[in-house]
């Protein structure tokens, strides 16, 4: 059996910034770009917890499918099973340059959080109490600082 793509990535010299993934051209002629939001250094950092990831799950989720310019376009947020970042998926074919203003209002809106994480009910959320706001809060932060550098990583290594 082959690999699939995203498994043939160097991840021992991965970077965290923003990569295309894949882009898939739908049945309809559409174009799916998927991002990788790598936020920490595969094998090399720490990964997130399971609980900021969830937290940045709805939080992320929320701000996109509301988000006047992408919430058409937003195909699906959800993290990544390593627990190293989350996957972007849009329709239409974009870079990773194309979306880093959107993410760093993504990750603003996570940082700057307060007050109950929407969905985080029993009727709402199969895992409700899995959250943890100001875990979350840190991990935005420090990506967010990863995004505005002038050169955050958006090629995928050899």
């Not at 990535?9 to 049945?27: A, E, F, K, W």
């Not at 627990?83 to 700057?112: A, H, M, W």
Request: aromatic share 10%.
């Amino acid at each position: 059996m082959n690999k699939i793509p995203s498994f043939t990535i160097n991840h021992l010299t991965l970077q965290p910034g923003v990569y295309v993934s894949r882009r898939d051209i739908m049945p309809s002629g559409d174009v799916i770009t998927t991002f990788d939001c790598r936020m920490t250094a595969p094998n090399r950092e720490p990964a997130l917890s399971v609980p900021a990831l969830h937290t940045i799950e709805h939080l992320a989720a929320t701000y996109l499918r509301n988000n006047e310019e992408w919430g058409d376009k937003t195909v699906y947020w959800g993290p990544m099973g390593c627990c190293t970042g989350n996957y972007l998926l849009l329709k239409g074919e974009y870079g990773s340059r194309d979306i880093i203003p959107l993410l760093r209002e993504v990750f603003s809106f996570v940082c700057q959080y307060e007050g109950e994480v929407p969905g985080a009910t029993p009727r709402d959320c199969g895992n409700y109490l899995l959250m943890n706001l100001p875990e979350a809060k840190m991990a935005a932060r420090r990506y967010l600082d990863i995004l505005g550098q002038e050169q955050c990583p958006v090629e995928y290594p050899e």
